[in-house]
């Protein structure tokens, strides 16, 4: 009996206990901040996690905000830049709690601070985008592009005040994408069009030109070439010539009557082939001796051809 | 009516044995239950995941690794299960949304439900990607923030249009393509570091980069305007590659034809010059004999080739030679004799061929 009253006494502390706790106690998560408010009234902020103790409802109020990041996307507006061109720019905005005393009183829900952090992102990024031109925007050149400084000054201009009077940190803003108004698409679509079709007329033109210059370039190539071996095919022959007339001269210079002989007696025999007729007076040898023969009756063909 | 009684106690009894044994097995049943709630904080963790304890919702120290988890039942204590060797991914596809949209010879961009965004030559493009990314570190990527995906979406797409604004169409369509990838993921990589996500990215693919349907074929025009370029190129750049070689062949055997000439000529005078020497040394031996020796010998090759006429006697009269075809037709013969007899006035020694001397026969040859 006396063990039974023991085990019951325990678990009415353990009941007792949780129950105090459940009322006085509350956690604080790691990513929360807590304000105690004492009837209504702010009394203390918890930043760290963990367990804390307060007075029992309805003396103080416990009121957690998530301190995570929040991703916001800001309405999209047109816009103009300094050039006076319209642009569509979507931007978005990462931005958490920072002052929840300040957060809870100026906001109270995270539905209404996103509007506010839309209007107020919303205007500066109007007017910072009032201040660069269309071609700080979009270009070839990359350095030109001034598109973090834009997501950067919007930053600067839109974190104090949302610090100061909303308990906001905006740690992000950032450039979605590039977009024009949907009537100017079109003029756009014609651009393009005509500088593709300007694109594909010059690829065209420069095969073109190209091909005619590789074919041109390899005509006169390829005459230089045989130019060149013709000259020193000239070269080499004329080398020769001079060579092979210092030989004969070396060679004839002994006797040059000589030569002259020989060379005339080859020359006939080069001249004279069986088209040739030569009409000779019997003085030339060998016919001299024919003549010889008939007055001297002594042996001559004439002779042999009688049996 | 005693026996009444003693039945209504007996049934009595009965309901409160009854009841009894039934509170003993609540009993037991609470027990379990508590049990089971005691035991509820002990976690598994996988293989993939480190896990985190929260305690009072404070995190207590460091991550802890796969394996088994002790901790305390929930109020007390809170496990978040953290997937840091799991490759996650995401699909960016908010810029291709729409496209079904798009109705015939509609010809424009709706700027919020076709989002696009612009090339550095103001060219309109649109685009998917992939990014593939691990959790680096867990408490950050768990408490930090409150849409990861969204934000991290987010910082793609700034990051992409960033990169694009600076890039021309033609280049983000082919040749930087990469590049384009690369550098979005560079850029948002320092951005996701500086909002202390958690997260590092693994890859960044670009899926498609496309110009809108509307001007779709005015792309390709370009791109089969390259590829004609390239057919007009090719066949020029063959001819070099044959043309060339070919007149290195040629230029080759010129100079080696008169590489062999030059050889010849030389030889020849070599040959000849020789030739001359040693003749030279005969002649002097014995000049006369030898010279009409070499006389006789050019005289008697030529002869015995060339037609021979000889004419008797020599240098005591003049002799006068006449050409006169061979006549062959009576009208050819006619006209020879009206020569011949208009011509009458000739040297009697003289006549078209050469004949005995003194002879007076008609010159030509009987028929």
Known sequence: ?307 | MKSRKNDVLFSAHATLAALRSSIRLLRWGMLALVLVYLTSGITIVSSNEVGITLRFGRPLGEVHPPGLLLAFPRPIDQVVLVPVKTVQELTLTSWTTGEDYASVGKNSLHPIKEPYTLTGDANIIRARFTARFQVSDPLAYSFNTKDRESLAKAVIYQCACQVLAGTSVDDALTSRRDFVAQETMRLAQIQLNKLEMGIQLIALEVKSITPPQYVFSAFQDVVSAQVEAKTLVEPAKAYQASAIPQAKAKAFEITQAADAKADEILSQAQGVSASFQSQLKEYQKNPATTRNRLYLETLESILAKARVVTVFPAGEKKIKLWMVPTAKTDAEEEMDESVWQSSPSNDDSTSGIPRPDGDETTPLPAR
């Not at chain 1, 992102?121 to 030109?144: H, M, R």
């Open chain 1, 1 to 307: 009996m006396n063990n039974n009253f023991l085990i019951r006494y325990l678990v009415a502390v353990v009941v007792l206990g949780i129950l105090i706790i459940s009322v006085v106690g509350f956690q604080v998560q790691q990513n929360e901040q807590v304000v105690i408010t004492r009837f209504g009234q702010p009394v203390r902020t918890i930043i760290q996690p963990g367990l804390y103790a307060k007075w029992p409802w309805p003396i103080e109020t416990v009121n957690t905000f998530d301190t995570r990041l929040n991703y916001t996307e800001i309405r999209i507006s047109e816009a103009l830049t300094r050039d006076k061109r319209n642009v569509l720019i979507p931007v978005f905005v990462a931005w958490k709690i920072a002052d929840s005393v300040k957060f809870m009183e100026s906001m109270g829900s995270q539905e209404n601070a996103e509007n506010k952090l839309d209007s107020l992102v919303g205007s500066n990024k109007n007017t910072i985008l009032g201040q660069y031109d269309f071609a700080q925007l979009v270009s070839v050149n990359p350095s030109d592009v001034r598109i973090s400084e834009i997501e950067e000054k919007i930053l600067q201009a839109s974190a104090r005040p949302a610090a100061s009077s909303f308990g906001i940190e905006i740690v992000q803003v950032g450039i979605q994408r590039l977009s024009l108004p949907e009537v100017n698409t079109r003029y756009v679509f014609d651009r393009m069009r005509a500088e593709r079709s300007q694109f594909a007329a010059r690829f065209r033109a420069e095969g073109n030109q190209q091909a005619h210059e590789i074919t041109s370039r390899t005509d006169a190539e390829q005459a230089k070439i045989l130019a060149q071996a013709n000259k020193t095919a000239e070269e080499t022959r004329g080398k020769a010539e001079a060579e092979a007339a210092r030989i004969y001269a070396t060679a004839t210079s002994s006797n040059p009557d000589f030569y002259k002989f020989l060379r005339e007696l080859d020359a006939l025999k080069r001249v004279v082939n069986s088209n040739t007729t030569l009409v000779l007076d019997t003085n030339t040898p060998p016919f001299n001796l024919l003549k010889a023969g008939s007055h001297s009756g002594g042996d001559n063909p004439a002779k042999t051809e009688k049996p």
